[in-house]
């Protein structure tokens, strides 16, 4: 089989989480784009998991073509990455609802950055 | 072409389909069900790959638990259900850095693998990715599983205001929890427009009622011989009814002195009227009541009951 499918796929995926993350001002929906970016990073790692090898038979065997020794690393990447990404939404979605809990709105564009400069300054 | 690369075009296209309707749609209940469609599409990617394991975890992971995470987040930041018209930036510079990042990284992409074929990989068992996981990379296992658990802790603690929130720089800017009605002008409106509703539905049962009452009365009033002064149904069970309440009530004073002198202050019972008699309260009160009270019910039957129209209860309660 062809192995730019998937990684052209995950390119495209990746594009869309790009976009998403500049274009919403909803701070969940930029959770979701991150999301998105998040599953195109870990399409690339199973994909090459599942093709570097094959693709780069002809070539010399140089020590940077297999970074691991051990097979399935990119599944294994994978999997670690989903975790983190679990542990990021968890946290994210957290100081979302806090901060909706202070203010009542979730708009990135409004958050108030200097916040407390301006009333030290005062 | 084999069919594992057609399998991964179709997955492909719905991924990247249902992930530009994630970032484009206008619903934000829409864009998080989207999301499940395009990580459902990237986990039948990874099955293809010949990576199961990471396929069944995304589904557990992803779909099952980072996505109902953000619906609940939708909910509780009570999100509007229709589409919302200020989600988004104005859409050029995002576009044009988007379509770079894309076209960018599929260009390079396509030009280090060209048309390149490979062989799949046998199906990785979870057995090997569990040896992998508990051999070479279980450094990283445990240090991820710390990270887990700070998260998790992490989150508590920012989300309870008794231990981390803290209040805002000044304190008085802390807003109380919101009540559900005082809460925004949709909510607000949309509770109204339930009122009247609600007050449209009455007031038609209520003119209904009135109307099959007013049509009954005028058949009742044909029956009894067309004499247009007779007591209707109505009038006849409401002199009941103020009767037995009334008269019970004059009668209470009187206990234990001369016999009550109405007739109709026995325990009685009103037909029709509700389902369900009146209950007997009014005994332990008048003792001496009912046994004389009963023979000038007999013989001097109140007003005659006119004849009872059906589906004229129904009206009566409302």
Do not use: C
Not at chain 2, 215 to 222: F, K, R
């Amino acid at each position: 089989m062809h192995a730019v499918i998937p990684y052209v796929i995950a390119a495209l995926l990746f594009a869309l989480g790009v976009y998403g993350v500049l274009r919403r001002r909803n701070a969940i929906l930029v959770l979701m784009a991150v999301e998105l970016m998040l599953n195109a990073v870990n399409l690339i790692l199973v994909a090459a998991d599942a093709s570097i090898k094959s693709t780069l038979s002809g070539v010399q065997p140089e020590a940077w073509a297999y970074p691991a020794p051990e097979p399935k690393a990119g599944a294994i990447f994978a999997l670690f990455v989903i975790v983190i990404a679990a542990a990021e939404v968890g946290v994210g979605l957290a100081i979302v609802l806090q901060y909706y809990r202070l203010r009542r709105a979730v708009v990135l564009d409004e958050v108030p950055l200097h916040e407390h400069e301006e009333q030290e300054a005062r | 072409m084999t069919v594992a690369d057609a399998l991964m075009l179709a997955l492909g296209v719905i991924a990247v389909g249902s992930g530009a309707l994630v970032v484009t749609s206008a619903h934000l209940v829409r864009a998080g069900f989207y999301l499940v469609v395009s990580l459902g599409a990237v986990a039948g990617l990874y099955l293809v790959l010949g990576a199961e394991l990471v396929a069944w975890v995304q589904v557990l992971v992803y779909v099952g638990a980072v996505v109902v995470l953000l619906l609940f987040a939708v909910m509780l930041t009570r999100a509007p259900i229709g589409p919302s018209p200020d989600l988004d930036r104005p859409a050029g510079p995002a576009a044009l850095i988007g379509a770079g990042v894309g076209l960018g990284l599929s260009v390079l992409l396509l030009d280090a693998f060209r048309w390149t074929r490979y062989d799949l990989p046998p199906p990785g068992t979870g057995r090997r990715v569990g040896e992998q996981i508990f051999g070479a990379w279980v450094l990283p296992f445990e240090v991820l599983s710390i990270l887990l658990l700070a998260a998790l802790v992490g989150a508590i603690v920012l989300s309870r205001p008794d231990i981390g929130a803290r209040p805002g720089p000044e304190g008085a800017d802390v807003v109380a929890p919101p009540s559900p009605t005082g809460e925004s002008a949709e909510v607000v409106a949309r509770l109204e427009r339930i009122a009247a509703r609600q007050a449209a539905a009455q007031a038609r049962v209520r003119a209904q009622h009135a109307a099959e009452a007013a049509a009954a009365n005028q058949a009742a009033a044909e029956e009894s011989g067309g004499e247009p002064a007779e007591p209707t149904r109505d009038d006849v069970l409401r002199e009941q009814a103020r009767n037995v309440v009334f008269r019970a009530r004059e009668a209470g004073p009187a206990l234990g002195g001369e016999d009550p002198p109405a007739p109709e202050t026995g325990p009685r019972r009103v037909e029709n009227t509700v389902g369900e008699p009146i209950p007997d309260d009014e005994q332990p009160a008048l003792p001496p009541a009912p046994p004389k009270a009963l023979p000038p019910k007999d013989t001097a039957p109140p007003k005659a009951l006119p004849p009872r129209t059906p589906g004229k209860d129904e009206g009566d309660d409302a």
